[in-house]
């Protein structure tokens, strides 16, 4: 018989966030029990939606709410141009041809005439499954969630777009910044971690040691680490750069750890093109191991997100959770976690970047105190329970 004592309730994060909130949090749910949710997205693994879904669909549950997730199927060429779609959406060009849309809306269709979803509440996220809602007779409010970066989204295909998300009751984004002229209410949630899952629970050196070494990653110099899909927005190339130039004053391993979504046809391409970066003590691995991610956070003496473009970037929240000092990109959700100089750094350039590395590779004490800022950030902000509590807030709005 499995023990399933894995499986996390709210209950759990009593010890991080005190009993008043968890108290406070099942007060809301009792009011809404038994309410169906349904989430559909495009992935059911790689990339932060798929992360947040897994574990707060469970959560979720755990508090009476009965909530599914669904995932969309699609031929590559579907999402070919999804992610065309997310490029653009995230400031890219594209050429939005009759062709492509017509694809889009007849998967889309497709997915439509196998999911019956019937539920008292449907939430869509991201553009792949948008045009869902063209086909269904509502039973209750849906919502659309955007987790791109949609400061300046292209504004052909927005025009496009904007008919579609304005048949929604509401519409979250991941921070005020990505706020659009919309009839639809918006609502902005910050993305957050499941502090129990394998991915961040605390690990023991003994346990870190062990996943690092059958990698075959050496621990001998400080590790400096960045763990992104294969895109170019997360600027895997800037990082190559950067740990070059910080190499000629400070000895240490760079550590790239990717994978590549099942809806991200363009991940084999940035993997390979980075395979021609030819460096001494340059690591560059693309397998999906759940605890080597939390391994390499855990150990990093820094961890990089130089993201060019950045929805919100779970990655930070990950690594700063474990004490690790993060230098991240200065852009989109990254600066809602990192202040910069206080729990991390935020660069603009290359060459910031090789110069923060530098920096914290060699100052113990810096990388302690900018460590336990990070951690404290993430149970005040960003741990799980803060982004339930917002559905339930927003559930609760749609019964009265
Ligand atoms: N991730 C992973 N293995 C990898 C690369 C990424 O498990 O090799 C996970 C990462 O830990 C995080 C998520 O994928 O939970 C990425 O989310 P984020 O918000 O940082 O970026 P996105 O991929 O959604 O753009």
Redesign the pocket.
């Known amino acids: 018989m499995i023990n399933h004592t894995r499986i996390v309730r709210i209950e759990d994060y009593e010890e991080l966030v005190g009993a008043e909130t968890v108290e406070r949090i099942i007060r809301k749910a009792s009011s809404l029990r038994d309410l169906h949710v349904v989430n559909v997205n495009s992935t059911y693994y ?6 947040l879904l897994g574990s707060m669909s469970i959560l979720m549950n755990s508090v009476g709410i009965k909530t599914g997730w669904r995932v969309i199927q699609g031929s590559p060429d579907f999402f070919s141009i999804t992610k065309k779609m997310h490029n653009a959406l995230q400031g890219g060009e594209i050429n939005l041809t009759e062709r492509k849309k017509e694809i889009y809306e007849e998967v889309v269709y497709e997915n439509v005439i196998r999911t019956h979803l019937d539920h008292d509440l449907v939430i869509i996220h991201d553009p792949q499954p948008l045009p869902m809602i063209n086909h269904y007779r509502k039973r209750g409010p849906w919502i659309w969630r955007g ?2 970066d949609l400061s300046r989204p292209n504004p052909e295909l927005w025009q496009y777009f904007r008919p579609m998300v304005e048949k929604y009751d509401a519409v979250i984004f991941s921070i005020k910044e990505y706020a659009q002229e919309l009839k639809t209410p918006q609502l902005f949630f910050m ?1 957050a ?1 499941d502090p129990f899952s394998i ?1 961040n629970h605390r690990l023991s050196e003994e346990e870190i040691d062990e996943r690092l070494s059958h990698y075959n990653i050496p621990t001998d110099l400080p590790l400096v680490v960045q ?3 294969f ?1 170019v ?2 600027d895997p190339q800037g990082v190559v750069e950067a740990f070059k130039i910080a190499r000629q004053e400070v000895d240490c391993t760079l550590v790239l ?3 590549v ?1 099942t809806d991200d046809p363009e991940g084999p391409e940035v993997y390979a093109s980075l395979l021609d970066s030819q460096e001494e003590r340059l690591i560059i ?6 605890a080597l ?1 939390n391994a390499l ?1 855990s150990r990093a003496a820094v961890v990089l ?1 130089k993201s060019l473009r ?7 929240t ?1 690594a700063m959770w474990k004490g690790t000092p993060v230098i991240g990109g200065n852009v989109g ?1 990254i600066r809602y976690q990192i202040r910069d100089g206080v729990n991390g750094f935020l660069v603009n350039t290359v060459e910031e970047a090789a110069a923060r590395i530098v920096q914290v590779v060699k100052g113990k004490a810096l990388r302690q105190r900018l460590g336990e800022a990070a951690r404290e950030t993430v149970r005040q902000n960003f741990l799980l329970s803060r982004n339930l509590e917002q559905y339930l807030d927003l559930f609760s709005s749609f019964e009265t």
Do not use: C, M, Y
Not at 46 to 51: T, Y
Not at 285 to 290: A, I, K
């Open positions: 790689g990339g932060g939606v798929a992360e987790h791109v993305p971690i991915k763990v992104s899909r895109d927005w997360k750890l990717g994978n979504a691995l693309s397998v999906q191991d759940t991610v956070q997100q950045e929805g919100f970037g779970l990655t930070v990950e959700g």
